[in-house]
């Protein structure tokens, strides 16, 4: 490190006074025996939502008598993940951290083992669905708690009225506001919504599945992908991309893109909820956030909005869901109350008031929790979010998976998926021309 | 301030005890009075730009030095090189737009009466003095897909709406856009002042020798505002080759990565794939390609001052 | 030194009639280029205050004129100016600053006195190098800084990371080599016998600093000072970089990160925000408007 050429007598002097003045004039520590926790959660969307966290973990820090101090980081401008680089690479920061899907991954080995905690978790709580396990445990030991703010199913939100007017399709026969989906849901299918999303195109109505670069876009994109059974890289980290399965998937990704509004490729999160706000849009892939705020902003749009699960394709009906979790840094000085923290937070009681407060947006990762009474009672319309947690028979899934999760993270985070597909549709490339690049693009993924 | 005296005051002493000249001992005060600039420089740039360096050396989880690795595998990407376009074509192109258009504003205003001119110069200011990060999501919602204002304009006219930022090309066009309009107003000031003073007796002598309006502009303006110029263009290349804030918030980089420029591919890189190194070697590269420029323009500035301190001594 | 003939129009002139209905038209022209210039520039913050004055389901409907507004509400400034938070981020934006044209100021006007007048080893160099330091962009530096403040911490106890206070150190180094530069071309464009007069009469180096120099390159100072405030007061990528806390965030930062929550805008307030933001700059530019164009330009004029 740089050597000053003060004496070194004088830095520290002059150091420490300036740390007993800081200390003077910092916060009044109370009883606080068992020391201190530092936490950032994610920043909800959901006015109000962050209060009921907040609560929670007031109650356990009363209990236990620890000093907290809670951030609550958005996601908006990678706030969220500069601030886990940042203290990845500094070593110091917040003990725990909200981490969404690659991120226990990418920063495994900086993070504590939590396998003790999730022994207990799942012992009450039953297990999570697969793509929690696979995102939390990357290297055979959870590395993350799942947490229940920010997890969500990015599933289709649809204009009832547009659907059935103009591509003849019943959704709610299909997914009724009652009871579970009917049989006529075997109809829905990748075919249908080609079909259907010609139909919209021509009456003026497209559906808004944007092509860009950002998790709303991959997301979907690659639940097609598994649908068709289309991989990139496989389990052992082989590059498989050059496949029938992938051709297959591409053309029929290139046909869906025809019906596709123009500037889909340069969608980000939020186009796609302004898309149907703006009722513009008989269906796009969403969670109920777009829902929600036209609820107020749009009201005769919000009432004709459904959620109901992803087409199914040749290989299954994949639904892509996307976890949220709390990691705890392995620099953290207070592991324990970490842990007990997060144990607090993972009981049946906080997950129910937390899905209550985000209005049925979160979905936790045990299994056993996704029949919490919010989601049959949100409305208007009543009922839309029945449909919206996993069901049965969707086989949850994340973008990118099976690949290895760093090799995983890249084509996440570099919308390998969209990416391809864009060059296929914008850019004019032949499909062999874009499985090629995406094969160059993934050797260059794999460098340690 | 009394710090400095102090300092000042110690060395005088110090200087008339050693018997050093006038000289030695003004010299010594000179260097003491730069000291902050030197440590603040030294600590909070040079040192972390050197250990950069040092950053671009490792491998992707930070632990192994693999020299110049990183470099060769970035020369070796079709991103890298069309990174290394995009961010040439976004920074000369916004800033020969920002140039002539500052150019042509100053000539304007130059020509209104002295009264008039304050208030025009006030409001064509007004872009610079915005923050650029809050200008850019104004923007940013006049290009918004659904909701642009602009299409609706352009609506009006008969045209059919642009997808700003869905099409590359548009894409790129909608950055500078944003760009130009941001610096353009610096230009036009600095032109503006640099036009005042130009002595007229140098634009009558012309008129005399019977040059027209095109020709005096040739002659007379742009031999005189050569300093100027060099000084501006060269301090915008560098501000806007090194923009992450217009392109990140527009664009993210998109679409197909068409309008990504270094810093923001670096960014990119480095933070949201988690390649440190990676990142810090792609943000390498803009200061060889700036470095070589600003020596090229500043020798260039330098040998004119000296040219016109010859004249005037 | 404007041409005379251009003074003003409609003057009685002796020039012949035509040669004034000439003068007339490009005059106008010049008028009309300016005008149709100025609505160029001047149409994203009146666009902005328009958002900023629309309720939420005025923004979300897309008939209508967007470029007017239909039912005004100030809701959207009552929501922000009403906001704890939005106030915390002003005052946080206001204190650091404050501090950094200071610190800027002083680090800015001792090493201009010197490159301006004095010689050592180096100064040249130094003189066309402080610019220099702009071809080092914060996306390089951000990470190795973290580095640093961390080791600092570690060394003297103190937080740096994720207090405002850390954003008062690092500002400089893009407010000092330009207000710098600034002042040298001031500094060099007071007569060196006015130097000279202040040394017979007996001033050290730093009354000749403070009672010579400063009065007299006041427009230069104030031009340098709004500079270094609207530099700080605009920072974007640094504050995203090193604070995280709400209660440290400055307002860029906080306008872009609060106002838009996982994929929902709220574009009235983040018109307001913005404007609201906006506005100490503006304010300060349109009062020490001419300060500041003096300042900024003597270094044009000096070449």
């Not at chain 2, 290009?143 to 869905?166: D, K, Q």
């Not at chain 2, 200061?287 to 004249?311: W, Y």
């Amino acid at each position: 490190m740089t050597r000053w050429h003060l004496s070194r007598r004088s830095l520290l002097l002059g150091a420490s006074g300036v740390a007993v003045a800081g200390a003077m004039l910092g916060r009044p520590r109370g009883a606080y025996a068992a020391g201190k926790l530092s936490v950032g959660f994610w920043d909800h969307w959901v006015p109000g939502a962050n209060d009921t966290l907040t609560r929670l973990c007031r109650e356990w820090a009363a209990k236990e008598k620890i000093d907290l101090t809670i951030d609550y980081i958005p996601s908006q401008g990678n706030k969220l993940l500069l601030t886990i680089a940042a203290e990845a690479q500094a070593r110091s920061g917040h003990d725990i951290l909200a981490m969404n899907t690659w991120l226990p991954g990418s920063h495994a080995e900086r993070l504590e083992p939590v396998d003790d905690v999730m022994k207990d978790v799942l012992a009450k709580n039953g297990p999570t669905n697969p793509v929690v396990e696979y995102l939390g445990k990357p290297d055979g030991h959870w590395r993350a708690v799942p947490a229940t703010p920010g997890s969500q199913m990015k599933g289709p939100a649809s204009r009832i009225d547009l659907l059935k007017e103009h591509a003849g399709i019943d959704i709610l026969a299909m997914y009724p506001p009652d009871g579970p989906a009917t049989p006529a849901a075997e109809q829905w299918t990748w075919d249908a919504l080609l079909a259907a999303a010609e139909k919209c195109h021509k009456a003026g109505f497209p559906f808004g599945i944007g092509l860009g670069t950002t998790s709303d876009n991959v997301d979907t994109w690659g639940s097609l992908f598994h649908a068709f059974g289309a991989r990139l890289v496989d389990e052992k980290g082989n590059i498989v991309v050059k496949s029938d399965a992938t051709r297959a998937a591409l053309e029929f990704a290139k046909k869906l893109a025809a019906f596709l509004p123009a500037d889909a490729i340069a969608w980000d999160d939020g186009s796609n909820n302004r898309w149907l706000i703006s009722g513009k849009g008989a269906l796009i892939f969403n969670p109920p956030s777009a829902w929600a705020v036209a609820k107020r902003d749009a009201p005769q749009v919000a009432e004709k909005v459904w959620h109901h699960p992803a087409p199914k394709g040749p290989k299954g009906r994949f639904g892509p869901y996307l976890p949220y979790y709390w990691a705890i840094w392995s620099f953290s000085p207070n592991k324990s109350a970490a842990k007990s923290l997060l144990a607090h937070l993972s009981t049946r009681e906080a997950a129910e008031q937390l899905v209550a407060a985000s209005q049925g947006y979160d979905i936790p990762g045990y299994l056993s929790f996704n029949d919490f009474k919010t989601w049959n009672e949100e409305g208007p319309p009543r009922g839309t979010l029945r449909h919206y947690p996993p069901t049965k028979d969707q086989i949850l899934s994340i973008a990118a998976a099976p690949a290895p999760h760093k090799i995983a993270e890249q084509i996440y985070n570099q919308a390998t998926i969209t990416k391809m597909i864009a060059r296929i549709v914008q850019g004019g490339d032949s499909i062999d021309k874009a499985i090629a690049w995406a094969e160059s693009e993934l050797e260059g993924f794999m460098r340690g | 301030m009394a710090q400095a005296a102090a300092i000042g005051g110690a060395l005088e002493e110090r200087g008339a005890s050693r018997g050093g000249g006038l000289a030695r001992r003004r010299a010594r005060i000179a260097f003491l009075l730069c000291l902050p600039l030197i440590l603040l420089v030294l600590a909070l740039v040079i040192y972390p730009a050197f250990y950069s360096l040092h950053l671009a050396t490792l491998n992707k989880s930070m632990t192994r030095f693999v020299g110049l690795a990183n470099f060769a595998f970035l020369f070796k990407r079709e991103t890298f090189w069309m990174v290394v376009e995009q961010s040439v074509i976004f920074a000369v192109g916004a800033v020969v737009f920002k140039a002539l258009i500052g150019f042509v504003l100053a000539h304007l205003v130059h020509r209104l009466p002295q009264r008039g001119q304050r208030a025009w110069r006030g409001m064509l200011l007004v872009p610079w003095v915005i923050p650029p990060a809050m200008s850019t999501l104004v923007w940013w919602w006049m290009y918004e897909p659904s909701y642009s204002a602009l299409n609706w304009l352009l609506a009006g006219m008969g045209f059919a709406p642009v997808p700003w930022l869905g099409d590359p090309y548009w894409a790129r066009f909608a950055v500078i856009l944003v760009n130009v309009w941001y610096g353009a107003p610096f230009f036009m000031i600095m032109y503006l002042a640099a036009l005042k003073s130009v002595p007229a007796e140098l634009y009558e002598s012309a008129e005399i020798d019977g040059a027209n309006a095109w020709q005096k502009l040739i002659y007379v303006t742009l031999p005189m505002l050569r300093n100027i110029i060099a000084i501006t263009v060269l301090f915008s290349l560098i501000v806007t080759f090194a923009n992450f804030d217009i392109v990140r918030i527009l664009t993210a980089g998109g679409p197909r990565d068409m309008t990504h420029v270094f810093a923001t591919w670096a960014f990119k890189l480095g933070i949201e794939s988690n390649d440190i190194p990676l990142g810090a070697c792609v943000s390498l590269f803009m200061f060889p390609i700036l470095g070589i420029a600003a020596v090229f323009i500043l020798r260039d500035v330098h040998r004119r001052s000296r040219e016109l301190a010859g004249v005037a001594a | 030194m404007s041409r005379p003939e251009v003074a003003a129009p409609g003057a009685e002139k002796a020039p012949t009639g035509d040669l004034r209905r000439q003068r007339r038209w490009a005059l106008w022209s010049a008028y009309a280029c300016l005008g149709l210039f100025c609505v160029f520039f001047l149409a994203p913050p009146i666009y902005a205050l328009v958002t900023s004055l629309k309720t939420s389901q005025e923004i979300a409907a897309l008939e209508g004129n967007p470029w007017l507004v239909r039912d005004p509400t100030l809701a959207n400034y009552a929501a922000l100016l009403g906001s704890s938070t939005f106030l915390r981020f002003f005052w946080n934006s206001a204190k650091v600053a404050v501090i950094v044209v200071a610190v800027t100021m002083v680090i800015a006007t001792l090493a201009a006195f010197s490159l301006a007048r004095m010689r050592f080893f180096g100064s040249t160099a130094l003189a066309t190098g402080v610019f220099l330091t702009y071809l080092i962009p914060e996306t390089l530096l951000f990470i190795p800084l973290f580095q640093i403040f961390t080791w600092l911490r570690d060394v003297t106890g103190i937080e740096f990371i994720n207090r405002w206070w850390i954003l008062c150190i690092v500002y400089p180094t893009l407010t000092v080599p330009f207000c710098t530069w600034i002042l040298i071309g001031y500094f060099s464009s007071i007569p060196k016998e006015l130097d000279e007069a202040a040394i017979v009469d007996g001033a050290s180096t730093l009354q000749l600093l403070l009672k010579v120099f400063l009065p007299v390159a006041l427009p230069g100072l104030i031009a340098a000072t709004i500079f270094a405030f609207t530099v700080s007061w605009a920072q974007f990528l640094y504050p995203l970089a090193f604070t995280t806390s709400l209660d440290q965030l400055v307002l860029p930062v906080g306008i872009v990160t609060n106002l838009i929550k996982g994929d929902v805008f709220n574009w009235g307030q983040i018109m307001a925000g913005a404007l609201l933001t906006a506005a100490p700059p503006v304010l300060l530019y349109a009062f020490l408007m001419d300060y500041y164009i003096a300042g900024l330009t003597a270094g044009a004029t000096k070449g």
